[in-house]
């Protein structure tokens, strides 16, 4: 310390000559303030619980949104389930793929489409009523686990991206 003011330790790698980090606050710095590990952290954290959960009817929390997304809007495309969900395409078309295998989403062309539309078979909407309590359970355990504001303010911020996008 010099004069109240903490200093960085700067060393530079006499081998490639790029400055080190020796007293570690850029690395501190980075896991206190980085958004992106922390939601993936907490991704981790809420897919186990819901997966954990679902796992008795065979399936998981990402096939579960990609079936309550095509139940509840009629007529999509994989391009519009990768869109609105923010997923790459050929993780869509992976994900259906074990979808319709199971009998829970199924394809039709209409007149005038290009491509398939999708819909939830009677199976699917029959699995996507299974699941509410499962599902329910797991939003429970997420309260538990991350507490109620937490969970709310995650809510909040997934409704004002999507309303940010819509607006664009």
């Not at 299974?130 to 995650?154: I, K």
Request: overall charge neutral; glycine content about 8%; aromatic content about 4%.
């Amino acid at each position: 310390m010099d004069g109240g003011v903490e200093r960085a330790v700067q060393v530079v790698d006499v081998q490639t000559g790029v400055q080190v980090d020796v007293d570690g606050t850029a690395a501190r710095e980075i896991l206190r303030g980085c958004v992106c590990s922390r939601t993936r952290m907490l991704d981790r954290v809420l897919s186990r619980i819901f997966n954990d959960s679902l796992a008795p009817l065979g399936v998981r929390a990402s096939q579960l949104t990609v079936l309550a997304l095509i139940g509840a809007m009629e007529g999509l495309r994989a391009a519009d389930v990768a869109k609105y969900l923010e997923m790459d395409k050929s993780t869509v078309s992976r994900g259906l793929v074990l979808l319709k295998a199971r009998g829970w989403v199924e394809e039709s062309v209409g007149p005038t489409s290009k491509s398939p539309r999708l819909d939830v078979t009677t199976e699917g909407r029959a699995l996507l009523h299974e699941t509410l309590p499962f599902w329910r359970s797991a939003v429970e355990s997420a309260r538990e686990v991350l507490g109620e504001e937490s969970v709310e303010a995650l809510r909040g911020a997934a409704d004002s991206f999507l309303r940010l996008r819509a607006s664009q």
